[in-house]
């Protein structure tokens, strides 16, 4: 049971434009949500965070938007540069919890 | 990934051998968990632990895999009597507090397990 999906498996963008990527959960009761960044060979590496409170977080060219009615989250990169292709990792905590659920990942590339 | 170090990085078993995995935590670190990866999978959980104490091993299979944290050393993921399905990346992520509070995991880059 997939309760964190990311159903966009790629996405190719031009470096300087934005790049979205989008993140849907099924559990009501999850309330951290975070973004990892992995490349081949390498393990995911912690980009940012937002907790349920809160409807969007930033951090320099990094924001999540979290929206709880849709249970929705994305993350967009604002400008895309070509450092920014790997696989991103959507991951949600439910209340109560100490483990982390994972999305499938998308792969972003961005193109010089 | 400096910081949480995972070895080895690359384990190639017979079927029917055991398996041994290490992770040293994030210097202050003191929360380890375990993850496992398929392939064209997203991380799924294992095992939550701290210094000599086993806190949710909800993810882990019952029979063969086993984890632990001692107060000296890294922690061990051990997996007995290995089967071709265990081949998959492990990784090891820890945190400064508790996996209830709002502190990211940061993870290690993994130990690659194959089955022969």
């Known amino acids: 049971d997939q309760q964190v999906k990311q159903n966009s498996p790629s996405l190719s963008v031009q470096e300087g434009r934005i790049s979205i990527l989008n993140c849907d959960y099924t559990?009501?009761?999850?309330?951290?949500f975070l973004w990892y960044k992995k490349y081949p060979a390498e393990g995911p590496t912690f980009l940012i965070s937002?907790?349920?409170?809160?409807d969007k977080n930033e951090d320099g060219r990094f924001t999540v938007f979290l929206n709880k009615s849709a249970k929705h989250l994305s993350l967009h990169i604002v400008p895309s540069q070509p450092g920014d292709s790997a696989v991103y990792f959507c991951?949600?905590?439910?209340?109560?919890?100490?483990?982390?659920?994972f999305g499938t990942g998308t792969r972003l590339t961005v193109i010089p | 990934n400096a910081g949480v170090m995972q070895n080895p990085r690359h384990l190639v078993r017979r079927r029917g051998q055991e398996a041994r995995l290490r992770c040293s935590p994030m210097?202050?670190?003191?929360?380890v968990y375990w993850y496992r990866q398929l392939p064209e999978e997203g991380l799924k959980f294992m095992v939550y632990?701290?210094?000599?104490?086993?806190?949710?091993e909800s993810g882990m299979p019952k029979e063969r895999f086993s984890a632990e944290f001692p107060k000296e050393g890294p922690s061990i993921l051990r997996i007995q009597q290995v089967v071709r399905g265990d081949s998959a990346a492990y990784f090891c992520?820890?945190?400064?507090?508790?996996?209830?509070?709002?502190?990211?995991?940061?993870f290690g880059d993994g130990t690659r397990l194959s089955i022969l």
């Open positions: 559990n009501s009761m999850f309330d951290y």
């Open positions: 991951a949600a905590r439910r209340t109560g919890a100490n483990n982390l659920f």
């Open positions: 992520a820890s945190s400064r507090e508790g996996g209830l509070s709002n502190q990211p995991q940061h």
């Open positions: 210097k202050g670190h003191s929360h």
């Open positions: 937002i907790s349920s409170i809160k």
């Open positions: 632990l701290q210094k000599e104490n086993i806190i949710d």
